[in-house]
Each structure stands twice: as structure tokens, then as C-alpha cells.
């Protein structure tokens, strides 16, 4: 590797090099982007402010809200100001840690709304013991345990053998996400695929299984409900919470585990979950939620 020159930049390709298309995408995006941030700042402060949403399960809707809200911002002014430059470039280190902070936030997401099916699991099959098992501390714990359990994930093997760079430097992509990157990195790549494979049998199919599971336990309890309207109640708490699963996870699999046959798709693929995923959440669980409704209107009428 003695005559080959290292990379110190990128070169963003993006969606398209035509200016028309381009502020088209850049009107589209930084409205969704406005959104993102009205939406999912309006429902966490909702969840502050409301003391009738001090619940754990609200407490990781919060969660979700925050997450949404740094993974829309990890990716999206960056690609606002690409599609309006000419310089479409980053640095490698400031790349790196784009593609980290995605990972470690998407890694995180994908335990809170498997949490977020055990609280459901919990709240309706063992009603009376939910305060005792949901506690606040265990809910605290559980947070600080996502993080930990992401960050180890996807940080520690970047650590363990660096990223090294020395072929082309254009990213077919609008951000740095794993796998367009990996594509430019140079020597052998096995550990790193190898490591994605690990990760995401961890990261994506341990959550699916668990939220797979719960719900069952949740469908079975539901239908040894004697009312019609308990029923019904009891599905509407889960149905936005399943719409986020699907939305979140479909796109996530398809991405990781289908890498190879997805690999050209794969910018196109991505914007559901960094873009389209944030903006939508906020709306899943207030237009399907009484307890959210009913906040919002109290925070709008007393101020």
C-alpha cells in the first residue's frame, strides 16, 4: 500500500446533478424537515408538560421522539445544503462520524420499540403489577442500557480495526451511511462484513423476535377480553406502535440484509427510514391516540 494515496475527502453524489430536480428535492425535504422538528419537538414537550402522560409508556414515546429528531438532523441539513452547492464534499472524519451517529441512533431505535412492545405486553397482560415492573428506575435503567448496547455495537468496531481509504472517493449516496462507505474502503472487508451481519442479527432480528413474541402474548390476552369496546381499546394502544415497527423494520431489513441485491436502491431505500420514518411517528401516535389528543388540546387551549 506504499503508492497508494489515502482518501481525505468525499464526494456526496446525492439524488441527481439537475438544478430543476434539485430544488424540487430541497423545497420537499426542508418542509418535511420543518415538520420533523414541529412535530416531535411539540409531542416531547407535550410529554413534559402533561401530567397525565408521566407514564413510562409516554416516557418512551419521548424517547422515540428524541431519537427521531437527532437521526432527522444527522442527515438532512447536510443534504439541504448539497442540493443547493456545487460542493458536494466531506471529510472523511466528519463522514465517519455521520455514519456512527446514524448507526448508534438507529441501533438504539431499534431496542426502544421492542421496550416499547414489552411495556404494552406488560400493561395489558399484568395490569396490576405494571407500576411495580415498569418502575422509573427500570425504566431509566433500560434507557441508559440502549445506549450503552448501541454504542458498543457500533462504535467498538471501528475501534478494533480503523477504516482506511484509498480507492475513489464518491459516495453513491446523500449521506455516509455504512454500506456505500464500506464500498471505498480498501484491503480486505471481511471483518466489517462479517461485523454487519453480527450486528444486525443483534440490532435487527433479536428486537423483531421479541416484539414478535410480546405481541402475541398481547393478541392472545386481548381476545380473552369478555367487551367488545375493552377489545378495541386495547388493539387501538398497539396499532400505532405496530405501524412504527413495520415502517422502521421493513426498510431496515431490507437495507442490511439484503445488501447486496438492494445495493443500487439503497440511497432511494434509506430515505424512508432517515427521513420519512421521523416525520411520520408523531403522526401514528397522535391521530391513534385518545391520551395524545386529548394533551395536545389542552396544551393548545391554555396556550
Known sequence: ??????????????????????????????????????????????????????????????????????????????????????NRRISVIACLTQMKTVLVLAGIECILLAVMAYDRYIAICYPLNYTIIMSWRVCRNVTIIMWLTSLIFFVAPTIVKPFVFCKENQVNHFF??????????????????????????????????????????IIASILRIQSAQGRTKAFSTCA?????????????????????????????????????????????YSLRNKDVKEAFRKILTKY
Open 176 to 217: 455516509c451511511e455504512v454500506l456505500a462507505i464500506l464500498e471505498l474502503a480498501c484491503g480486505d472487508i471481511s471483518f466489517y462484513t462479517i461485523t454487519i451481519v453480527v450486528v444486525g442479527l443483534f440490532i435487527l432480528i433479536s428486537p423483531i423476535t421479541f416484539i414478535t413474541a410480546s405481541y402475541i402474548c
Open 1 to 86: 500500500m506504499e503508492n497508494q494515496t489515502f482518501i481525505k475527502e468525499f464526494i456526496l453524489i446525492g439524488f441527481s446533478q439537475n438544478l430543476q430536480i434539485c430544488i424540487l428535492l430541497f423545497s420537499t425535504f426542508f418542509i418535511i424537515y420543518i415538520l420533523t422538528i414541529l412535530e416531535n419537538g411539540f409531542l416531547i414537550f407535550t410529554v413534559i408538560v402533561s401530567p397525565q402522560m408521566h407514564t413510562p409508556m409516554y416516557y418512551f414515546l419521548g424517547n422515540l421522539s428524541f431519537l427521531d429528531l437527532c437521526f432527522s438532523s444527522g442527515t438532512i441539513p447536510k443534504l439541504l445544503i448539497d442540493l443547493l452547492s456545487q
Open 240 to 284: 400505532s406502535h405496530l405501524t412504527v415497527v413495520f415502517m422502521f423494520f421493513g426498510t431496515s431489513i431490507i437495507t442490511y440484509m439484503g445488501q447486496a441485491r438492494f445495493s443500487s436502491y439503497l440511497k432511494y431505500i434509506s430515505v424512508n427510514y432517515t427521513i420519512l420514518t421521523p416525520v411520520l411517528n408523531p403522526l401514528m
